[in-house]
Nanobody
Framework: QLQFVESGGGLVQPGGSLKLSCSAS????????VAWFRQAPGKERVGVAC????????DYADSVKGRFTISRDNARNGVVLQMNSLEPEDTGVYSC??????????????????WGQGTQVTVSS
């Protein structure tokens, strides 16, 4: 079964930065639209950023605009989420999700066919 693998999570102080990576070993990620989702304890999963298969079109949730950047790393068959100016509210398990085709599927989890296991991000002093 196709699956993504996330890496790069950790503990960071407020105002700090982290870079998350999403990779796939069994298929070419460049054919898939990819989104990052966050799930905080006791809360629903929410989308934070999405990138289309070409890498030219990106979208961000209002809460992360100006702080997060999603991009493709085609040399590593991956997608990167650079997170700056992190806030405690950014804490959660971050998962990448993908679906075959060019366009982002928005932030409805059911629209994405393939998922990773997630990586924990904790923003705390």
């Amino acid at each position: 079964q196709l699956q993504f693998v996330e890496s790069g999570g950790g503990l960071v102080q407020p105002g700090g930065s982290l870079k998350l990576s999403c990779s796939a070993s069994q298929f070419t990620l460049g054919y898939y639209a990819v989104a990052w989702f966050r799930q905080a304890p006791g809360k629903e999963r929410v989308g934070v950023a999405c990138i289309d298969s070409t890498g030219r079109i990106t979208d961000y949730a209002d809460s992360v605009k100006g702080r997060f950047t999603i991009s493709r790393d085609n040399a590593r068959n991956g997608v990167v989420l650079q997170m700056n100016s992190l806030e405690p509210e950014d804490t959660g398990v971050y998962s990448c999700a993908g679906d075959f085709g060019q366009n982002c599927r928005g932030y409805t989890p059911e629209r994405y066919s393939y998922w990773g296991q997630g990586t924990q991000v904790t923003v705390s002093s």
